[in-house]
């Protein structure tokens, strides 16, 4: 089956420590992207990366890092410096040429104690 | 001016009912409008996106109904079913620029059978 996968679906890490999220696709596409979700404020764009080894920072980057090292792979990794880390994480990838059309993994909801 | 305006944050709606979910834009640079569907603890998924150069855009029950002059775009569900209940958000993007879609906040919808 085609899709993308993230995990792990529930992720608790103590404050002060880094995590990182896992994002794999079989798609084949290019892009790949992060967001947070939070309860009334939609979705917020993290960072995004339209080829194997480049990124940009989206709207709310800061404390947060990431890699794509591979087509198939966008971990994030969320730093101690992410001020207010608990969220629903989501990853989402895009097709040459079809890039508003973003197909997203199940999430992963990170909760800092 | 990036930013997508979604009300009402929740909707009620019984069954055979419609459902209506509306959003405003700034930017008219945005080319592309598509509406998502999210289901609890999953990802959203595409449900049906519309261009500026049609008033319209029908798929089964769903509809979109876009106003360029008004910066305007409206969600319908007609016949609103319990299967429906979900958050819905509308985003936008300049299609060929960075990829980037703007979410709005969200609409959580229950429809009561």
């Known amino acids: 089956d085609g899709g993308i996968t993230q995990s792990p679906k529930y992720l608790f890490r103590k404050e002060g420590q880094n995590v990182t999220l896992s994002c794999e696709q079989n798609?084949?596409?290019?892009?790949m992207y992060w967001y947070r979700q939070d309860p009334g404020q939609g979705l917020r764009l993290i960072y995004y990366s339209q080829i194997v080894n480049d990124f940009q920072k989206g709207d709310i980057a800061e404390g947060y890092s990431v890699s794509r090292e591979k087509k198939e792979s966008f971990p994030l990794t969320v730093t101690s410096a992410q001020k207010n880390p608990t969220a629903f994480y989501l990853c989402a990838s895009s097709t040459p040429g079809r890039e508003d059309t973003q197909y997203f993994g199940p999430g992963t909801r990170l909760t800092v104690l | 001016q990036q930013q997508v305006k979604q009300s009402p944050q929740s909707l009620i709606v019984q069954k055979g009912g419609i459902s209506i979910i509306n959003c405003a834009y700034e930017?008219?640079?945005?080319?592309?409008f598509p509406w998502y569907q999210q289901f609890p603890g999953k990802g959203p998924a595409l449900l049906i996106a519309?261009?500026?150069?049609?008033s319209e855009k029908k798929e089964g029950r769903f509809t979109i109904s876009f106003n360029k002059s008004a910066k305007q775009f409206s969600l319908h569900i007609m016949d609103s079913q319990p299967g429906d209940s979900a958050t819905y958000f509308c985003a936008a993007s300049i299609r060929g620029a960075t990829n980037k879609l703007i979410f709005g906040t969200g609409t959580l919808l229950a429809v009561q059978p």
């Open positions: 798609l084949n596409h290019d892009a």
């Open positions: 930017n008219t640079a945005f080319d592309y």
């Open positions: 519309i261009r500026p150069d049609v």
